[in-house]
């Protein structure tokens, strides 16, 4: 069986500084350390933090006075932050600069007072905290069903952004639908989905018609590993999201020839090599690395964590 190796494919940026903070963070203070929603969507990273002293909360007032407090990758809204102050806690910020972006736009166009269109999923980490920024102002949409019912107070006061981890293919479809609606709507210059996004997603639109399945390693609440799943579906090639090489059902390489494998932006690459030390084990396969672009993005620690002071 040939295996083709998707490149880029797994960690992106904002995910590899958002997982080096709460590894400074572990080094500088030790445990016990509080992390404010899962600091990416990947259980095996999660995991792996919990067996090292991490307690992931869903809600500030589960962090100790006084205590220290990382806030996820995904970023958080201002009431998150004050209720954060009123416990006297000590924030570390690893949110994506990129979400940052979003929430930026956000405040700049609800001081404005435009009606602000957040094209995204309503119970994502990163929506909730986006809508959080102006909630009087922010209205989520999902899909072009929705851009047809939406009530505004003034068309020719509207806006949108969009979520950074969505399907390309799927923001673009609600964006004609709003274009088309409302035709003086205003965006930002430079689109919202992330780079790692696009990227990745590219990938699977490019190779998946070489392949006769595709095997993208991502957990289950990982929106964009479950858009890599979904551009497969779309080119008509069957896609499973796993989180590891346990997971895959050998029924599903009967009579399949060519498999791609790739990996969401908030996957181990550590677990895509137990993947195709499996595939060459069982299938024999031999591995063929395809690279679409080489990304040379980064982000330096936050300063909230290269400035915390080494406790004796």
Not at 198 to 227: C, F, H, M, Y
């Amino acid at each position: 069986m040939k295996v083709i190796l998707a490149n880029p494919r797994g960690f992106c940026a904002g995910v590899n500084m958002a997982i080096e903070c709460v590894d400074q963070v572990l080094k500088t203070k030790g445990p016990p350390v509080y992390v404010y929603h899962e600091i990416v969507h990947n259980r095996h990273v999660v995991e792996d933090f919990k067996s090292r002293g991490v307690t992931f909360v869903d809600d500030i007032s589960e962090v100790p006075e006084n205590g220290l407090v990382v806030y996820s990758a995904h970023g958080i809204s201002p009431e998150v932050r004050l209720a954060s102050k009123n416990r006297k806690l000590v924030e570390v910020d690893a949110t994506c600069p990129l979400v940052t972006k979003v929430h930026m736009e956000v405040l700049r166009y609800a001081r404005d007072g435009y009606t602000i269109i957040f094209i995204g999923h309503r119970n994502h980490d990163e929506a909730i905290g986006t809508v959080g920024e102006a909630p009087n102002s922010i209205v989520v949409v999902e899909s072009p069903e929705e851009v047809a019912a939406l009530q505004v107070p003034d068309e020719n006061k509207l806006a949108f952004v969009t979520q950074t981890t969505l399907s390309v293919s799927d923001a673009q479809r609600i964006i004609a639908a709003l274009k088309q609606r409302f035709p003086n709507i205003r965006y930002p210059a430079k689109d919202d989905i992330c780079y790692a996004t696009t990227n990745r997603q590219t990938a699977v639109t490019q190779l998946s018609p070489e392949a006769d399945l595709v095997l993208v390693i991502g957990s289950k609440n990982s929106s964009n590993s479950k858009r890599l799943v979904e551009r497969a579906i779309e080119q008509g090639v069957p896609g499973y999201l796993i989180d590891d090489q346990s997971e895959i059902d050998p029924a599903w390489f009967e009579g399949k020839r060519s498999v791609l494998v790739t990996a969401g932006a908030s996957a181990p690459e550590r677990l895509v090599m137990e993947l195709l030390d499996r595939l060459k084990r069982d299938f024999r396969a031999t591995i063929e690395t395809r690279t679409l672009v080489e990304e040379d993005v980064s982000f330096e620690l936050p300063k909230s964590a290269r400035s915390l002071t080494v406790v004796r």
